[in-house]
Antibody, heavy 119, light 111 residues
Framework: EVQLVQSGAEMKKSGESLRISCEAR????????ISWVRQMPGKGLEWMGR????????NYSPSFQGHVTISTDKSVPTAYLQWGSLKASDTAMYYC????????????WGQGTLVTVSS | QSALTQPASVSGSPGQSITISCTGT?????????VSWYQQHTDKAPKVVIY???YRPSGVSERFSGSKSGNTASLTISGLQDEDEADYYC???????????FGGGTKVTVL
């Protein structure tokens, strides 16, 4: 069974950079794609992008392409979500979610990382 | 605006059955069996309750069932219980550049 453990809450200012992490325990032994999902306050789930932990192949939603970077350190294994310049509108809860294959459902979810950006 | 369309809210009394619809297009729900449903209690992470249209993960109550017809998927909760009060999201794989699309979410209230 795969367990996803995310890094803690962050409070940042507009323009600052940030990287949050998602440790994918159990992904050394099985196929793992990790997707990142945003949930803004009081709103629904939005798919941001995904990465194959085995070869770091990534896909991004057009809504997030160019604003965030998804990467991995497969030796751990861990997925990362990174911003070069945060905006106040990036304030949200961010979840990582695992799927076994590119088209599969999300069978494990991290506990979420709350990112708060002040202007 | 979400890619998949769900009703904003559905309610029912304990013991009743409710159904949540999720309408997409021929590029997502209509094209694939990769439709899933997620339950999210307040301030908790989502949890899958249905995958591949109609399969239940181990540990999920038999009261949850899923189906699909054309571009519309449905989640039915039978024998509604207080613990079912939560937000529910549908999701589908998509041939668009957004590979995984979600519905806007449905708030289920147990009266």
């Amino acid at each position: 069974e795969v367990q996803l453990v995310q890094s803690g809450a962050e409070m940042k200012k507009s323009g600052e950079s940030l990287r949050i992490s998602c440790e994918a325990r159990g992904c050394s032994f099985t196929s793992c794609w990790i997707s990142w999902v945003r949930q803004m306050p009081g709103k629904g789930l939005e798919w941001m992008g995904r990465i194959d932990l085995s070869d770091a192949y990534t896909n991004y939603s057009p809504s997030f392409q160019g604003h965030v970077t998804i990467s991995t350190d497969k030796s751990v294994p861990t997925a990362y979500l990174q911003w070069g310049s945060l905006k106040a509108s990036d304030t949200a809860m961010y979840y990582c979610a695992r799927h076994r294959n590119p088209r599969d459902w999300f069978d494990s979810w991290g506990q979420g990382t709350l990112v708060t950006v002040s202007s | 605006q979400s890619a998949l369309t769900q009703p904003a809210s559905v309610s029912g009394s304990p013991g009743q059955s409710i159904t949540i619809s999720c309408t997409g297009t021929s590029s997502d729900i209509g094209a694939y069996h990769h439709v899933s449903w997620y339950q999210q209690h307040t301030d908790k992470a989502p949890k899958v309750v249905i995958y591949e249209v109609s399969y239940r993960p181990s540990g999920v109550s038999e009261r949850f069932s899923g189906s699909k017809s054309g571009n519309t998927a449905s989640l039915t909760i039978s024998g509604l219980q207080d613990e079912d009060e939560a937000d529910y999201y549908c999701s589908s794989y998509s041939s668009s550049s957004i590979f995984h699309v979600f519905g806007g979410g449905t708030k289920v209230t147990v009266l």
